[in-house]
Structures are given as C-alpha cells and as structure tokens.
C-alpha cells in the first residue's frame, strides 16, 4: 500500500511541525512548549528552524522520555536536552512512503511513536503511529469500498461497451445488404482496430482470422503472424488449460473435457466470461478477462468464434492490494497486540478481539451474546466526553488517542488509551483501537510517589546528594544537588548549575591534584569516585568533604556519577584531636594501658617504666597479673574484680611488683569500655604514701595539740572565772547593799571594780568564742527574729556610753516588720561590737547611725542574685587607712599599737564579728576615709519561708517575792563548791534573799547530805575535788534526787551544757556568776518544781 497514493496522506503525515528546539534548551522548558501546544513530542535540529535549508534533525524527545526522567531524578533548570534526548533518529525518506510496510516495519523494529519524513535532509513532516493505524484502518475500509466500485464501474463500461459494439454490429450486418462484401470488411477492421480490448476471430477450426490492433499492443504479435497460422491457445499458459480441465472433469464426474467446453462451459454458443492468463510474445504473463461468443451466420449456423479479452492486470493488483490490506488489519486484529472492536455510536459492540476481551474480563460468549456496551461500562465522569468524542467523529471521521476508563467485569477501572475512526460515511460504524495503560498509570502513581519520598529524603539528608555529569569534550556540570549543598558550600544551587568550576575553586590547593587525579582515574577506568578534600568557604571556614559515588557511561560518551558529599569536618577535627590526646597519653606522668581479655594490648611509656620496662613487647600479649604478686593477685580477684564487673569502674590502692622484684605503691583506676576493653590509669603512689603517714603523724600530733589547747582554754577558763566569779559576786552584793548601806565614795570605787572585772570577762568572753568558732564548736541558734528589735536592743546596750561621750545615735530603717531566720544572740553581739567601737573611735559631739534594709544584691563569686538583711554602722570618727583596711579582720591585730594606749581593746571584736557573719552565710564589708569616718556593712541572706518556725516561747519568769510569798517554804539550797572565796559570796547572798544554805565542799560530800537531809535544789560545781560534780549528779540521780540541780562551772567549751544536761542538771551557768542572775535561775526552777509538786498533790 503506497501512501503517495492515498488520498488521506496529508493527514496521515503532519507537514507542520509542532514543536522545534535546538539541543542546547532545557528539559524544562521543553516540558512548557509540550504543554503550551499540545505536543507529544519536540524534535531536536542543530539551530532549531525548520525552514533553514542547513539544520539537520540530531534528536527527538518524547512524553515517554520526559516519564523516564522524572522517574531517575528532579527537573532542573540546568538539565539540558542534549543529555536525554534520544538519538540517533530514525526517519523515513518522503520517497519509500510508496510501500507503507516500510513504514510499519521501521516502527515494529525500534519500537518507536514517532518517525520523521526527510526529503533529503530536509525535514518535511512526521508520521505518527497512532497516525499510521488510524490510517491503515480507514484506507482499508476505503480500498474495500473502492475496489468494489471499480469492478461494477468497470463492468457496467463493459456492458455498454459490448451493446454499442453488437449495435455497431448489426448496423454493419444491415449494411453488408446494400454494399459489397470488402466495405464490410474495411468496416470491421475500422471498428476493432479502434478498440484498447483484444479482440480476435477464429474459425471452427479455432484458426485465427482476425486480430485488432488493441491484441497487437497487447499480446506483441502483429496481424500478419497470427492471422491464417495460429491459433488463440499459443497466447493461453498450457499449464492453466491442463488445471482447468482437470477440475471441470472433476465437477463433471468425466475422465476429460473439450477445450470448447473448457472456454465454452456449453456448447448451446451461450456467452461465457473468465478470466485467464495470456503469455505475451516475449513470454510475459498478465491476466485477462476472456469473453468468448459463438459467430453463426443467418441461418443460424456456427461458423466460428469471437473473443474479447481485458488486460485486468491493474484491477488484479488493487485487488491483491486489498487483499494485502485485509489481511494486515486481520493479523494486527488476530494478533492481539492492542485490543480492537467495532462499535456503533450507540454502544453496542458487534465485534472485538480477544485483547479487548480479557482486557475487560469478557468472553466471546458474552459477545455474541450482546452483552457488551461500552456506554454501560464507561465510569460517569467519562460520559460527557465519549458522547462530545462521538459528535467528533460523526463530523470528522477520527479522533487522536484519548485517555479513560472502562469498568472491568469484576468491577475494577482500567485505564486505557483509545483511538477512534468511523467506517464509512454511510454507516454509524466505528472501529476503536484500544491499549490498556493500567500499569502505566500505576507506573506514572510510582514515579510521582518516588520522586516525593526522594525529594523528602534528599531535603532531609545531612549529606550532600549529587549529580556530576562530564560530556565527551571534558565539561563538567552538577546536575542535582539537593538542600543541605548551600549550608555546608555557602553556595548557591542555583550558581553551581551555572557554572560547576566555582565549586572546584573551593578545593584547598594542597588537595586539587589529589582530587583531580581521583577523579580521572574513576572516569578512566570506570572506578567508584571516593576521595577525601578540603573546602575554604566564602567565609573563610576549612571544611573536610567525602565523596562517594559511583560512575556510568551513557550511549552518547557522557560519564554521569550519582553520589554522596558528606561533611566529616567533625571527624577529622575528633581524629586530630584523638592524635593529640595519644600524644597526650604517650607523654603523660601517669601510667596508661589497655587490656582486652585480661592482656596488655596497648601500654605507654610510663606504664613501661613504673614497673621496670623498657620494650613494650616485654609487656604486650601478656597478662596483668604478671605484674602482681600471688597474694595481691587473690586480693584482687576477691575484693577487685566483683566491683569492677558490677560498677565497671574501680578505684584504689594496690601493691605492685617492679621488674626487679620490689614492690611499690600504685594508685590505680580501672574502667570498663562498652566494647569490653579495660583501660587502666595508675601511678606510682610511695612517695605520697610516705607523705600521707608523715602527715597523720602530723595530724595525731595536731589533734593532740588542738586537745591540749582545748584544755587548756578550759583549765584557763576555769582558773579565770573562779576568782572573777569572788571579785563580781561580792562587788555585786555590796553594790545592793546587801551586806549593810555604803557611802557614796565607796559605791564609786565598786562601779570600778566591777567595770574592771567585766573588761576582764569580756577580753575572756572573747578569747573563748573566737577559738570556738575557729574550732566549728559553735551552732547558731536560728529564731524568727524582728531585725528592728534587734537594732534598737543593740543602741539601747550601748546608748549611756555614748551619751557619755555626748555622740548621737540614730536608727534609720522603713520595714518596722521586717523579720527573717537568724541567731538574734549572736547578731546581737555583732551591733553592740561594731557600735562599740564606732564610740571608741569617734570624738565627743559625732554621729553614730545604725540603718537596716531589704535589698536585692550579687551574691559573692555568683552571678545570681538574692535578697538580703542589710546592716549598716557609719561613724564620723578617726577612719581607717587603705593599708589598715586589709588587715582589720585579723584577730589580736589593732590598726594602730598607739591606739592600744589612747583607746582600750583586744583587737578579737572585728574578727569575731566576721566570723559570726559569715556563720550565717552573710559577708562583711568597710569603707573609711581619715578623719571623715567608717562605714561598717553586714549583708544576711534574707528567708522568707518563715511561717513554719515555731514562735520563740516567751520569757516567762516570777518575781522573787513572787515565789518567796508563795505557800512554799523558804528553799533549802546545798551549795557544792570548794573554793572559800565563790561560797562566801555566794552564801552571803543567798541568805540575803532568804535562802537557806547547806555547804559541801566536794562531790562525795554532795552526795552523802543529799542522802542524810535532802535539799529543795542543789547548785553543783563541776571541778570538783575527789569527785567532779557530773558524776556526782549522775549518782545523785541514780539514788532517787528527782529535785532541780543547776551545774555551775567555769568552763567555756562547746559540749559543757550538754554534758551537764546529759548527766542529769535542770540548769547551767557559766561563771563569773551574776548573782542577781543566779538568784532568779534558782527561783524559777524552785518555781517550776513547786508548781509540779502542787498539781500533783492536786
């Protein structure tokens, strides 16, 4: 079948191209020219322009091609058409269109859509395989139609033909009446040699005896060759006489047939047509249709025959043509490649191949049946348009491949792809060619889902993911790079797909031949690419890169690597810093080693040395209890070994065996790794050991000292306070007048004595808080306290010394409620010192001002804050130098020694109030200027959580004539005390108030007048002769002595309350003894016991 000659070739070839790009655009804007006009396909020419004699057709690229992209990577702006065209193209020169097999079989051999049409080189069009069917199968149809037109055109001519050559005839016949016979003749010859038919006479003898021109040009026997001498079966094919005898015998039941019944079929002279075949005279065969008729004359007797022969040759090819056709559109709908049915525009289905069939789930029974309507199977979202491709079709005859659905039998969608094409313009007939794209569209689902989990992964990657492509002329470009490329390059994507050199100039210097040498042998020899580099950054950041990628060649020379870029900047920083540390551990003083399974796989050189090596193979491969002895070795495995399986970590103390047989101390850590290897720090430890028994000698020797210090300040304290306890208790008596009245002279010369001896308490006092609190001897004792109490008890205690020295005192403070956790005692004692010496060292008519606060202040060495209780004690008096200011802390130390004769002190106030301060978790700070003043500053930290202390229970004590007037009898007191001087002053006193006395000048005495005449309450001193008066409560108690026993003592130490508590007293006091003090402490524990004793009688 030629499509020059068909009527339908312009639309069969598309002589207007759609779409026309030159290599070098890009595959997304190709994709954007496909859209805009609809195309399928674009071809690719060197200067993309048809119409320039020069371009030359180099590639083509289709929508199966942009499939397969999308499904290896993402669209790019720098991918290129050039890299995924296909090529080279096959094309079909205009000339070879005369035979549409070539055609055919170009697209069946390469498996292509597309096949351009060259004239020459020129480009003048493109044949489509949906084109070429649709047009094969209208063609056909059209053939058909044709061919049969052609016969009956055909035969009709020859009808009128034969009735105007048998009028002729019969006008000569009447003719031949009124002329003579030769004009007859001429006549006939006229006639028959006017015709193109053979026509030629014979007699009965079958001798030829007339022969037209039309048989000359046909047979290629001239007149005189024949005529006369030869019969009409030389231009007959004896072998076709012989078939045809041979099957009419057969028909007829006969051994044989005549030829006249052969050419004849009758002998009634009927007329009879076949066709037959004629051989030429230069021996060529062509094919005829042969009339053969009876010539009689007019009595009706045969006298021979006329034959009138057709040359059929162009009828017999178009028909073989025909045939071909049929049976090419029989094989392509036998052979099943797509599925074909014919339909009418109202969807019944009168015919389908099998593809159409099981494509469906149908079967050819359904079919007969009528049971297939392809409107019954079409989704409703597809009904609008089949009814608008109807109304197509009806106008223009065919439409291009759509895509839709049809139901399945079962129920499922299967996707399609359907052309169409009506059969004829008579008919509401349409054949359908239809291709399942089912697994194309899951396909198409795949890629689209794919290349969304590959863009998610590749935007999460923490590793550069890459393209690299290198054309055959050496150019290097990126392809793909995903996200992370810009943070770790600081380059833009956008700049790499431009130009790729400005990525390579990032290399350091010292690794671009490296790098490239790397990668020409990968290129060279088809090698994995993997190879480690440096980066400087537009910032100035050295980074280390790794890549990994593996190369492919494509059909067209490129070399294409798809890999990884991972920044190992980190690793390698951790592998130079592991080498520093190796070098650290090689150099270190300690020793260090590795052990796996037991033995030594890795020792440094301090190891080696601390147990006398020197090779480390000595050591390596060997096991650790080599360097042990047995006795060690079992200790380890019994007190070592468990803790470091249980903990995996050991610390401790062993003792080690030099090469040499010595023996040392090792100080060791042990450490399990998670891969079970133990490592091992040690370091020879004699020397500290020797130093750490010198210093617990040191230590025996300081605790004994610290002991006999502290009983020294005990026997101190004791001696001291015991006659003070004589020169106050009697001043005290006879300052009350107590011993008899005294003159006024007399009164002044006791204020003196006792201010004396309470300088002398004071200085004690001193001494002893300050070694106890050096000592940690001393607990705060935290109250709820009132700060503004506190402050104006501490002016009221120091008020008369200065209104002495006419000084003013002032107390600023805007929180009266101010309240917070504190030892009012001892905080107490930091006022009256710190006022103290703002008189001492202020001149009559200054100012004194004591100001508390509430501020929000850095704590010390932090830089967090809190609040605090600020207390503040400015002076305008001498100041404080800068030199001074350093050292004013510092216990027995005095500013100036000249002071020591102007002013009275110890230097132990400054010191005790920094230490008291800083028990509270506060801090002290001065500022002083000469001769302008000073400014003391204590800073408390402030708690608010006070609600849960419980309130300091009042201090609830009777009045001596309280308890005296009371319905108690007069108290009978035993005094335990064996200094002459204490129970004089203390006897003398008591009997003052009214108490009744009983001596006992030891402990043992104690004891026995407790036996013999039981007192009211004993008053126990502790230093005792004999017996000392804590064991000599212990047994008091033990014999039954339920009534109150106060200790006194002249002890100063930490524990002295406790243990006279603990032995069995109500009460302790201190000495000196106030004795006012003492007389109280006396009448309310007699007191107490009293009221005991009379709600139990009640």
Same mark, same amino acid.
């Given at each position: 079948? %030629? ?7 312009? %639309? ?35 200067? +993309? ?47 070879? $269109? ?18 351009? !049409? ?7 069009? !493109? ?160 094919? !005829? ?139 509401? $007939? ?27 992964? %590749? ?209 060791? %850590? ?208 001498? +100041? ?28 132990? +106030? ?21 001769? !302008? ?166």
């Amino acid at each position: 079948m %030629s499509l020059n000659n068909s009527p339908d070739k312009n %639309s069969a070839i598309q002589y207007s191209i759609p779409l026309m790009l030159t290599s070098r655009a890009s595959v997304i804007e190709a994709i954007a020219k496909m859209r805009e006009t609809g195309s399928d396909y674009v071809l690719i020419t060197t200067d +993309g322009n048809i119409n320039n004699e020069e371009s030359q057709l180099i590639g083509i690229l289709t929508q199966t091609d942009i499939l397969r992209i999308l499904s290896q990577r993402s669209l790019t702006e720098d991918l290129l058409i050039q890299d995924e065209m296909s090529y080279p193209v096959i094309t079909i020169q205009e000339t070879e $269109l005369h035979d549409v097999t070539i055609a055919t079989n170009l697209f069946q051999e390469y498996k292509i859509s597309y096949l351009p !049409v060259l004239n020459g080189n020129q480009i003048v069009g !493109v044949l489509t395989q949906d084109d070429l069917i649709n047009l094969l199968l209208q063609n056909t149809l059209e053939l058909e139609e044709n061919n049969q037109n052609l016969l009956q055109q055909n035969l009709q001519s020859l009808e009128i033909q034969k009735l105007q050559e048998l009028n002729q005839s019969l006008e000569l016949k009447i003719k031949e009446r009124t002329q003579e016979l030769w004009e007859i003749n001429k006549l006939q010859r006229a006639i028959l040699d006017s015709s193109d038919y053979a026509i030629i006479t014979c007699d009965l003898n079958s001798t030829i005896l007339s022969f037209n021109s039309g048989a000359e040009a046909m047979l290629g026997y001239s007149m005189s060759e024949v005529v006369g001498y030869c019969v009409p079966l030389i231009f007959h094919d004896p072998l076709e006489i012989a078939d045809r005898i041979a099957k009419l015998s057969a028909e007829r039941g006969v051994d044989t047939v005549s030829l006249f019944e052969v050419f004849m079929r009758s002998d009634k002279g009927i007329t009879f047509t076949q066709e037959w075949t004629y051989i030429r005279k230069d021996g060529s065969k062509f094919p !005829v249709e042969l009339t053969i008729s009876t010539l009689r004359d007019d009595s009706e007797q045969d006298i021979g025959f006329l034959g009138i022969a057709k040359d059929i040759t162009e009828r017999k090819r178009i028909e073989l043509a025909l045939l071909e056709s049929n049976n090419r559109f029989r094989t392509v709908f036998d052979s099943n490649i797509v599925g074909i049915m014919f339909t009418d525009f109202n969807g019944h289905v009168t015919e389908a191949n099998d593809y159409f069939l099981e494509m469906l789930g149908y079967s050819r029974e359904d079919l007969e049946a009528n049971r297939i309507n392809w409107l019954n199977i079409t989704p409703s979202e597809y009904i609008q348009q089949d009814l608008d491709v109807v109304e197509y079709i009806q106008t223009n005859g065919a439409i291009k491949p759509v895509e839709k659905s049809y139901y399945h039998k079962d129920g499922h969608l299967v996707h399609i792809l359907i052309s169409a094409a009506k059969l004829s313009e008579q008919a509401d $007939l349409c054949v359908c060619v239809i291709i399942d794209i089912s697994n194309l569209k899951k396909a198409e689902l795949k890629i689209i889902e794919q290349d969304s989990q590959f863009q998610e992964l %590749s935007t999460a990657s923490p590793s550069i993911i890459y393209t690299l492509v290198q054309d055959v002329n050496g150019l290097v470009r990126f392809k793909y790079l995903n996200p992370i490329f810009e943070e770790i390059t600081e380059i833009s994507i956008v700049e790499a797909y431009r130009d790729a050199r400005i990525v390579f100039n990032q290399i350091h210097p010292d690794d671009k031949q490296g790098y490239q040498n790397a990668l020409a042998n990968s290129c060279q020899n088809m090698l994995p690419f993997c190879y480690e580099w440096r980066i400087v950054t537009y910032s100035g950041k050295t980074k280390w890169l790794k890549a990994s990628s593996r190369p492919t060649r494509r059909e067209n020379g490129a070399i294409v690597w798809h890999g990884v870029i991972q920044d190992i900047s980190i690793v390698k920083n951790t592998e130079a810093s592991l080498k520093q540390k190796l070098a650290a551990v090689e150099s270190a003083i300690d020793g260090i080693a590795i052990l796996q399974e037991n033995k030594y796989i890795y020792l440094n050189r301090s190891h080696l040395a601390m147990f006398g090596y020197e090779d480390p193979e000595e050591l390596l491969g060997s096991s650790w209890d080599k360097l042990y002895s047995p006795e060690v070795i079992a200790e380890i495995e019994k007190e070592v070994l468990p803790i470091l399986e249980r903990d995996h970590s050991w610390k401790g103390e062993l003792i080690a065996l030099h090469k040499n047989g010595s023996t040392f101390y090792q100080g060791i %850590s042990l450490t399990f790794t998670d891969d079970d290897l133990l490592i091992c720090v040690c370091r020879d430890i004699s020397d500290s050991k020797q130093a750490e028994e010198k210093l617990q000698q040191t230590n025996q020797e300081l605790q004994k000292a610290t002991k006999l210090k502290d009983e020294f300040l005990a026997n101190m304290s004791h001696e001291l306070r015991t006659p003070l306890n004589a020169i106050l208790g009697i001043t005290e008596g006879l300052s009350e007048e107590v011993f008899g009245s005294l003159q006024e002279k007399q009164k002044n010369m006791l204020k003196i004595v006792e201010q004396s001896g309470n300088h002398l308490l004071e200085l004690i006092n001193d001494i002893l808080d300050l070694a106890k609190i050096e000592a940690g001897e001393i607990t705060l004792d935290l109250e709820v306290s009132n700060v503004k109490n506190i402050c104006q008890s501490s002016l009221t205690f120091i008020r008369q010394m200065a209104m002495q020295k006419n000084l003013q005192l002032d107390l600023k403070g805007n929180i009266p409620e101010l309240e917070t956790l504190l030892d009012e005692r001892r905080i107490r004692q930091v006022l009256i010192n710190l006022l103290s010496n703002a008189i001492k060292f202020t001149p009559s008519g200054g100012k004194i001002t004591l100001q508390y606060s509430l501020e929000r202040k850095p704590i010390p060495n932090d830089h967090s804050y809190q609040d605090w209780v600020c207390l503040t004690v400015t002076d305008t008096g001498i +100041g404080i130098t800068s030199d001074d200011l350093k050292k004013i802390f510092q216990p027995f130390i005095q500013v100036d020694s000249s002071l020591n004769r102007q002013y009275n002190g110890t230097g132990l +106030g400054l010191a005790l109030v920094k230490k008291i301060v800083e028990l509270h978790g506060g801090y002290v700070s001065v500022t002083s200027e000469v001769n !302008v003043g000073s400014q003391f500053a204590i800073a408390l930290p402030y708690s608010d959580n006070i609600s849960q202390q419980p309130p300091k229970p009042a201090n609830i004590s009777p009045h001596p004539s309280e308890v005296i007037g009371s319905d108690c009898d007069l108290p009978l007191v035993l005094l335990a005390e064996d200094n002459e001087a204490n129970i004089s002053t203390i006897t003398c006193y008591l009997e003052a108030k009214g108490f009744r006395l009983k001596i006992a000048r030891s402990g043992q005495q104690a004891i026995n007048l407790v036996q013999i005449q039981p007192p009211d309450l004993i008053l126990m001193d502790i230093q005792m002769p004999e017996l000392d008066g804590l064991e000599a409560i212990k047994r008091i108690r033990n014999i039954g002595f339920t009534k109150p026993i106060i200790a006194i003592t002249a002890l100063a130490m930490k524990d002295d309350r406790q243990k006279c508590l603990d032995a069995g007293a109500d009460e302790y006091i201190s000495k000196p003894i106030k004795l006012k003090l003492l007389s109280t402490i006396i009448q309310r524990t007699y007191f107490k016991n009293c009221s005991y004793r009379e709600s139990g009688e009640t």
